[in-house]
């Protein structure tokens, strides 16, 4: 076999493959015993009819069309690894000449990885938010734990802000009632917002045994985003009752004794998310920095396949689980469908460039993932996944999806390892040390590198077909 790469762009090359006909033997071979399974020729035992025959009853065309389908993954790949080559998604095949007895020949256009230069990234700067906990923050994060504390008892008065009533719900849409839209004994507290837009207005005032009707647009079900008569019956009005704010009620929400030691574990906790964020704004703004000094051309077909994949989760997943559909989602967000297109692109684009630059810097630093570091984060995507540590594991291996996770965890080592070479300061001016946050935790390079670029990798473990 002969090979020559010519290269189309830089992210792009055409393979021209001339294989001596000699070499299809063993595809011949197979192409034969194929057919011979699958026909049935009077005199003959199935699976014994001569090669002859069946060159005289279905056509010589048949057994090579056959047996070139079989063979050209091969080739291409030998092709491929000849000429050391880093491919990306599935080639172009165009066969320019088959002679039987003689040669074959064939190309394949195939878009390949850039090569990239990675500049000297010590002098990124970055600025980041202080970490500053105010007593305002601690007193709300406070309040929040009384009200999941407080009681509730039943009154004989109209319904306030604050209250907790008992309702029962009626939807009904062109007149019809839904069937999803009936529901009684709902617990709803008057001001959350965590039922139908306008149901406030509808319920306070009311007492037990009163209802009102009113409008609002059905934000679930059957008739999502359709805009319904919904019959509220109010049942039960009660009072929250808050518990008082002292020692006995720090002892009742939590493992300490005095008020004093709560709102002191409140600013530990609160400086601790603060420290996290932090960090993650730290990795954001250096990634985008890093992405600035490095030229990354984008392969027109993966970016494609990357915008489509990003288009079909958000609409048949996301959005799904919602019933919401996208027309309907973009009026929410108050986006056009060019404004949503745009953005989408951008998004594939810098997922796109982040892997590209986080796997090259992987390759430059000859970083590697231990079996500990591969556990570890195997642990946290099992469980923003849902699943057991066991069940992920195994669905990771039954997709042949290892090398998946060995990537996002050595790219998310590349980005830490240009943020420790990074000068980061808050905006008091103060050099931000990242060293001391909790390792059992998901980095933010981790996170990065995993949700902004998983379409190459993809695109490269799809086996290459003809």
């Given at each position: ?51 002859r025959v069946i060159d005289q009853r279905f056509g010589r065309g048949a057994v090579l069309e056959e047996a070139v389908n ?87 008065r109209a319904a306030e802000d604050g209250d907790v009533v008992t309702i029962d719900l009626e939807a009904k849409v062109d ?17 959350s917002g965590e039922l139908l837009d306008g149901i406030d207005d509808a319920v306070k005032g009311l007492e037990a045994g ?257």
């Amino acid at each position: 076999m002969k090979s020559a790469v010519e290269t189309l762009n830089p992210t792009r090359v055409r393979l021209s493959i001339e294989v001596p006909f000699e070499e299809l033997k063993d595809s011949l071979d197979a192409a034969y015993k194929k057919i011979n399974q699958q026909v049935t020729v009077k005199g003959f035992r199935k699976g014994k009819v001569p090669a002859r025959v069946i060159d005289q009853r279905f056509g010589r065309g048949a057994v090579l069309e056959e047996a070139v389908n079989d063979a050209l993954p091969k080739f291409y790949t030998d092709a491929v690894n000849e000429a050391e080559l880093n491919v990306l998604g599935q080639p172009e095949v165009d066969i320019t000449e088959l002679k039987d007895g003689e040669t074959l020949n064939f190309t394949a256009e195939v878009d390949i990885r850039p090569t990239i230069e990675i500049p000297d990234y010590s002098g990124i700067e970055v600025e980041v938010d202080a970490v500053e906990v105010s007593e305002e923050d601690i007193e709300k994060a406070v309040e929040q734990l009384r009200e999941r504390f407080a009681s509730t008892s039943p009154v004989e008065r109209a319904a306030e802000d604050g209250d907790v009533v008992t309702i029962d719900l009626e939807a009904k849409v062109d007149g019809e009632i839904l069937e999803d839209g009936v529901a009684e004994g709902v617990s709803y507290t008057i001001g959350s917002g965590e039922l139908l837009d306008g149901i406030d207005d509808a319920v306070k005032g009311l007492e037990a045994g009163g209802e009102a009707t009113f409008a609002s647009e059905l934000k679930g079900g059957s008739a999502a985003g359709k805009e319904a008569e919904v019959t509220v019956k109010v049942s039960q009005v009660a009072a929250r009752e808050l518990p008082a704010l002292d020692d006995e009620f720090a002892q009742l929400a939590s493992e300490f004794d005095t008020l004093e030691e709560l709102q002191a574990d409140s600013r530990k906790r609160l400086e601790n998310m603060k420290q996290y964020d932090q960090a993650t704004q730290a990795q954001e703004r250096v990634l985008e920095k890093l992405l600035e000094l490095v030229e990354v051309p984008v392969p027109e077909k993966l970016l494609e396949d990357e915008i489509n994949t990003r288009k079909h989760n958000l609409e048949h997943h996301q959005l799904g689980q919602m019933g919401l559909e996208l027309e309907k989602y973009l009026e929410i967000q108050g986006k056009t469908v060019e404004e949503f297109d745009a953005e989408t692109k951008e998004a594939a684009v810098k997922g796109i460039k982040t892997q590209f630059v986080l796997d090259e810097l992987v390759a430059k630093e000859k970083l590697n993932v231990n079996q500990e570091e591969l556990t570890e984060h195997l642990m946290r995507r099992a469980a923003s996944s849902g699943m057991s540590p066991d069940q992920f594991a195994q669905a990771v291996v039954q997709n042949n999806q290892v090398q998946l996770l060995v990537g996002e965890v050595a790219r998310g080592k590349a980005l830490a390892l240009v943020v420790e070479s990074s000068t980061v300061k808050d905006t008091n001016g103060e050099v931000v040390d990242l060293d001391d946050e909790d390792e059992t935790e998901e980095t933010p390079a981790e996170a990065e590198a995993t949700e902004e670029a998983p379409a190459a990798t993809e695109a490269e473990e799809k086996a290459p077909e003809a």
